[in-house]
């Protein structure tokens, strides 16, 4: 749920370890996508860092391809033959955003594990430049950025899957609660207040939305049925 940032130059696949999955009772994380290392890749995370400043300067009206290759430093062709439009720039981004490492907090419980979430989506929504709110406001307007972030939560999602599982360990949640509508419940006011009403930064938001949902799902709101028995 971090936001997305500019790629540091991937190391030669090759020798690259991928991660082991963890056992902890839910899926496995998709495994980070494997890019050429070397000057291509410092190509790119000079192309994608200069994209997203070009965005968060200008918005995506005044975002050209000719800006981000001035700004890169890089010939407009290298833009053009690789990314061919701010779209295709801008699904890269959101795309490098799911090769990091990220994992969620883990604090020993939900409700602290949900507050420490929504901390960062806070952090990172309410940053300057404002990186995030403008890649999700592009995506309104671009279907390929509009695909990656789509790609890019459903990991994110996936990644914060184990934070329900270990409550459930724990004995704080029924079984069968279903992650991702916990996860949205928690994170959802996050978004609402800062995206769609544009609140002022509140410091309570984070662990109060965290509270309400770890409430919620602690009662069984967010507890699967169990499976009917045909006789």
């Known amino acids: 749920m971090t936001p997305p940032a ?3 130059p991937e190391p030669d696949p090759e ?4 991660p082991e999955p963890e ?8 495994a980070p996508r494997r ?17 997203l400043a070009e965005l968060a300067e200008h918005g995506y009206d005044g975002l050209t391809t000719d800006a981000v ?4 430093g890089v010939h407009r062709t290298t833009v053009y033959r690789r ?15 799911g090769d990091d490492d990220w994992q969620p907090p883990d604090t020993g419980s939900l409700e602290g ?3 420490a979430l929504n901390e960062e989506i806070q952090t990172g929504m309410s940053a300057q430049p404002p990186v995030m709110a403008a890649l999700i406001a592009a995506s309104f307007r671009s279907e390929k950025a509009a695909e990656a972030q789509q790609r890019l939560w459903e990991d994110r999602y996936a990644r914060c899957e184990i934070v329900v599982g270990r409550a459930v360990r724990r004995g704080e949640l029924p079984p069968r609660t279903d992650a991702r509508r916990l996860l949205i419940a928690a994170t959802a006011p996050l978004y609402h207040q800062l995206v769609l009403l544009r609140t002022p930064h509140d410091p309570r938001l984070p662990g109060h939305a965290a509270r309400t949902a770890a409430l919620a799902a602690a009662a069984g709101a967010f507890a699967e ?5 045909h006789t």
Request: no cysteine; glycine share 12%.
């Open 35 to 51: 890019r050429p290392g070397g000057r291509t890749a410092r190509i790119r995370a000079q192309v994608l860092d200069a994209a």
């Open 225 to 229: 049925p169990p499976p009917e028995v």
């Open 69 to 72: 290759a001035a700004r890169a």
């Open 23 to 30: 056992p902890n009772g839910t899926r496995p994380p998709p």
């Open 83 to 97: 990314w061919g439009d701010v779209g295709g720039l801008l699904a890269d981004v959101l795309d490098a955003a």
């Open 113 to 115: 594990d949900l507050t």
């Open 6 to 8: 500019a790629p540091e």
């Open 15 to 18: 020798t690259e370890a991928g």
